[in-house]
């Protein structure tokens, strides 16, 4: 295979991976780092550093959106970015160290459970009563509705930003944006509205992953060459996903995407228990 077949192909999965990403919420990272390790062979560590570029990429231009929008909670997440950002770079490091068969186990499993969590029932309702820590660190907020504009409270915060260490772990040792484990520590823990809790997530993911990426650049597992179209690829898909969303019932597609996303989970423990990475 040239060059240019492999970056054309690429290009075209990155679109693929970012445009199911977006219209799922699982992230472009989940179909990404299968495509590279399983159709093209390469390094799991080598495609874990353009995942993580691709989730800088579309976490700032998505976060961005979001915050005009008046949905984001900036400073719920810039307090438990402390908590991801901490957790990534231990992942990062695990990450060097973790021989690679175990990584693409890890990985497997992460996207069983990130598929079961995008099928489960989202906490639509809003608080009118929160803890006193919340209340102390003013991380209570509202979000513009087509009713008008909804206040609401948060609980639970130490559980919350527990989770969102594991998270950070995670995210830095796989090198996906672990959504599902962000989503669940402010929707099911800290009892927060679906939306913020999804925006919100977005908002930190790029932080995250940013603070991950410093140490794979380092250890230089970033490849221009496979991180440029991957990133491209990506942008482009996600872009297209945020358009089509309105048109398309999005439950039927994180269902037939679930499906699929097993499927490419069993495959990446089967093959990491086999030791074929």
């Not at 495509?35 to 799991?44: A, K």
């Not at 609401?152 to 989770?163: A, E, Q, R, T």
């Not at 040792?173 to 823990?189: R, Y």
């Amino acid at each position: 295979m040239t060059i240019l077949t492999f970056t054309i192909i690429l290009l075209l999965g990155s679109y693929l991976a970012g445009l199911l990403g977006s219209l799922t919420g699982l992230g472009g990272g989940v179909v990404v780092i299968p495509l590279l390790t399983l159709v093209f062979g390469v390094d799991i560590r080598y495609a874990i550093g353009a995942a993580l570029l691709a989730s800088i990429a579309t976490s700032s231009g998505a976060a961005t959106a979001y915050v005009k929008e008046g949905i984001t909670n900036i400073r719920l997440g810039m307090f438990l970015e402390i908590a991801t950002t901490i957790g990534a770079v231990i992942g990062a490091l695990l990450a060097v160290y973790t021989p690679v068969n175990i990584i693409a186990i890890m990985f497997g499993s992460v996207l069983i459970f990130s598929a079961a969590m995008t099928l489960r029932k989202k906490n639509q309702e809003a608080l009118t009563e929160g803890s006193k820590l919340s209340y102390l660190l003013k991380l209570n907020g509202s979000y513009p509705t087509k009713d008008g504009v909804v206040s609401y409270k948060l609980k639970n915060i130490g559980v919350g930003f527990s989770i969102m260490t594991v998270a950070g772990v995670i995210s830095g040792l796989l090198g996906i944006g672990s959504g599902a484990l962000k989503v669940l520590a402010m929707d099911t823990a800290m009892r927060i509205p679906f939306k913020v809790s999804t925006t919100t997530s977005n908002f930190m993911i790029g932080v995250t992953a940013a603070a991950s990426a410093v140490v794979y650049l380092q250890r230089g597992y970033m490849d221009p060459g496979i991180g440029f179209p991957v990133i491209l690829g990506v942008l482009a898909g996600a872009f297209t996903g945020s358009k089509l969303l309105a048109r398309i019932n999005p439950q039927t597609l994180r269902i037939i995407f679930c499906v699929a996303i097993v499927f490419v989970a069993l495959q990446m423990i089967y093959n990491g228990i086999q030791h074929k990475f």
